[in-house]
């Protein structure tokens, strides 16, 4: 990539933080989620332990 | 039609579902975000006005679309859970909330980023902006209530209560650049007539907002079996899941 494209026509410090916070959102849209699940999966396997229906 | 929208209500089929759609969701996010980024930054043509930065567009109006596309989301799931009863509602309406809160943020601090090189100023109390801000507040406001109370079915229905009454600010904030005077431009796709925008521009923009779409129902899934496994951890069906996961991975 030539220094023009980093350069986004003199709007680079703009554009860029923009994508970058994007990203971040996304990814932490992701991350948040599955450990939202993982969470309640966890509960719900306590939960199960709990009842007496978990010994292995 | 009826049965399918009866299987909405039950929670087993909602899990499996949500747990099935999941990938899928997630592959064609992934295509359409990368066609999307490669085209709307490197091959489009830069705006005769506004040069690059116009690119933010990619980012600014697919979050924006979003944050207003979940809340009306949220607001139906609330809506269904509070006349027809049904939990399931509950469940989608609390998996959406964090999720169209952090596409409100994104949607402003794009729009703020994009503000500085146009209009001079990161933030203007103009109606679009001080819509969309308002918007934010009404997600935090709905998260906030449902945590509130400690019998989480009162919680729900407050939340629910907020969230559907809260959607009268959907069309403000659409609508908001038509009804007042605003620093911020009309609408660009979403308004009655062809879109004001280059084919070359147009495209990656439109393959921006379905990735974000997409995205969001991939994610959506993720949370709302969260949701479901959390509200329903003491029935049958989520201890036969559980048994059966395990001697899957045994």
């Given amino acids: 990539m030539d220094n023009t494209f980093w350069s986004m026509g003199g709007y680079a410090r703009y554009v860029w933080p923009c994508f970058a916070f994007a990203c971040a959102v996304l990814a932490w849209n992701l991350w948040s989620a599955r450990r939202y699940h993982a969470a309640a999966r966890l509960r719900a396997q306590r939960a199960l332990q709990m009842a007496g229906g978990g010994e292995s | 039609m009826w049965t399918w929208f009866y299987k909405l ?59 207003l596309t979940v809340y009306t989301v949220m607001a139906a799931a609330s809506a269904v859970a509070l006349i027809w009863r049904i939990k399931v509602g509950h469940a989608v309406s609390a998996a ?40 934010l507040f009404l997600y935090v406001g709905v998260m906030s209530l449902r945590s509130a109370f400690e019998d989480p079915e009162r919680g729900d229905r407050a939340a629910a209560l907020l969230a559907t009454v809260g959607v009268v ?26 879109p004001s925008m280059a ?52």
């Avoid at chain 2, 999941?22 to 064609?28: D, N, T």
């Avoid at chain 2, 600010?169 to 062809?194: D, E, M, R, Y």
């Avoid at chain 2, 479901?228 to 559980?242: H, Y």
């Fill in chain 2, 9 to 67: 209500a039950s929670p087993p089929y909602v899990y499996g579902a949500a747990a099935a759609l999941v990938p899928w969701f997630l592959g064609a996010a992934a295509l359409a975000l990368g066609y999307g980024l490669i085209d709307g930054l490197a091959i489009a043509p830069p705006d005769y006005q506004q040069g690059d930065a116009f690119r933010m567009i990619y980012v600014h109006v697919p979050s924006a679309l979003l944050s």
């Fill in chain 2, 199 to 250: 084919g070359s521009m147009l495209w990656p923009l439109l393959s921006m907002w379905l990735g974000f779409m997409l995205f969001f129902a991939a994610v959506l899934c993720i949370r709302l079996q969260g949701e479901v496994l959390n509200r329903e951890r003491q029935t049958k069906w989520v201890r036969e899941a559980i048994m059966v996961r395990r001697e899957v991975k045994s």
């Fill in chain 2, 96 to 135: 959406a909330a964090p999720i169209g809160a952090s596409f409100t943020l994104l949607a402003l601090v794009t729009g703020s980023l994009w503000g500085r090189p146009m209009w001079g100023t990161y933030w203007a109390w103009d109606p679009r902006l001080t819509s969309e801000l308002i918007l």
């Fill in chain 2, 169 to 194: 600010n959907v069309p403000i904030v659409h609508f908001s650049v038509v009804w007042w005077n605003s620093l911020h431009q009309g609408a660009t796709i979403v308004k009655l007539g062809a």
